[in-house]
């Protein structure tokens, strides 16, 4: 398993990241020992590749996964408006970032961009455009031989998709190779019944991970058990990235170094 950490391009409302100068945080990054960097961008279209490509190669770190959450966040396009015009702008949005992570050789995150709905009574119709929205995105993103994530995320912050068995049941209905999920400890915390049975039952759909503790502090900051969850991964065969998506608390600096030691720790001692 290969650790990573959310650091975002431009600044953003979504605490759990990295913010500030992405240089000087990558450096920092790289300096830790992290073997990747997770990239929450809003636009796309406006990085330069060439600069951000190169600046990583030269810290030799990977690039875990492209964030999007800031699309729905700052400017509230999302995959499941009942606008036509937003649901379109936001699709495209994402072929930006699909051709973004077709050149740093990464996946493309779909997280809260999907909408943060609270009108449980039309939760239906809005999942049924945000699956028409997913379809097309895979579509783009297989013809581009890009992975797509969809990461199921709590109620307190939409009504679409809050476990790993509902983003399953997408993934089964799209039945796009390309799309698999992305689990976060923060919200299997609030919707799983059992975290451990769930990565069990989901094995095998499971492409990128996410940990923050159950207040969205570093790991050993709250009462998620990182041991257990890191042995059904061992169980399960994970090799790709965990990705620490936490608070920058008391600093990014300390959070970045504590979570990095904490599970280094365990994974060592338990030699996975
Ligand atoms: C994003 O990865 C996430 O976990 C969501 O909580 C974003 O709001
Ligand atoms: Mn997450």
Same mark, same amino acid.
């Given at each position: ?7 975002? &391009?431009? /600044? =953003? ?5 990295? /913010? ?46 492209? +964030? =999007? +959450?800031?699309? %729905? ?11 036509? @015009? ?9 072929? @930006? ?13 779909? +997280?809260?961009?999907?909408?943060? &709905? $609270?009108? %449980?009574? /039309? ?9 028409? #929205? ?35 049941? =997408? *993934?089964?209905?799209?039945? %796009? ?8 400890? $923060? ?7 059992? *975290? ?5 039952? $989901?094995? #095998?759909? *499971? ?18 058990? $990182? ?9 399960? +065969?994970? @090799?790709?990235? &965990?990705?620490?998506? *936490? ?15 904490? &599970?280094?720790?365990?994974? @060592?001692?338990?030699?996975?």
């Amino acid at each position: 398993m290969k650790l990573s950490f959310v650091v975002s &391009i431009s /600044q =953003t409302e979504f605490e759990a990241v990295a /913010q500030g100068p992405w240089k000087s945080n990558i450096d920092y990054l790289a300096s830790l020992g992290y073997e990747a960097v997770e990239l929450a961008i809003r636009e796309a279209a406006n990085i330069d590749k060439r600069e951000l490509s190169d600046y990583l190669s030269f810290k030799e770190l990977k690039v875990s996964a492209l +964030g =999007t +959450g800031q699309i %729905y966040l700052k400017e509230n396009l999302s995959l499941s408006s009942k606008e036509d @015009e937003i649901r379109e702008k936001a699709v495209k949005r994402i072929h @930006e970032h699909i051709d973004l992570a077709k050149e740093l050789q990464t996946s493309v995150i779909i +997280g809260l961009i999907r909408g943060g &709905i $609270f009108d %449980y009574s /039309q939760r239906q119709r809005y999942e049924s455009l945000f699956l028409d #929205s997913l379809s097309e995105i895979c579509a783009y993103a297989a013809s581009k031989g890009v992975n797509i994530l969809l990461e199921p995320i709590n109620r307190y912050e939409t009504a679409l998709l809050p476990t790993l068995e509902s983003a399953a049941k =997408t *993934i089964y209905k799209l039945k %796009y190779n390309c799309l698999g999920i992305l689990m976060d400890t $923060f919200h299997m915390n609030i919707e799983e019944k059992d *975290i451990s049975e769930s990565i069990l039952k $989901f094995a #095998s759909l *499971i492409k990128h991970v996410h940990f923050s503790d159950s207040n969205r502090l570093a790991p050993g900051q709250g009462h998620i058990d $990182f041991c257990k969850v890191l042995d059904v991964l061992k169980k399960i +065969g994970y @090799e790709k990235y &965990i990705s620490f998506e *936490i608070l920058p608390k008391p600093d990014f600096k300390s959070a970045a170094k504590d979570s990095l030691s904490y &599970i280094r720790k365990i994974l @060592e001692k338990e030699r996975i």
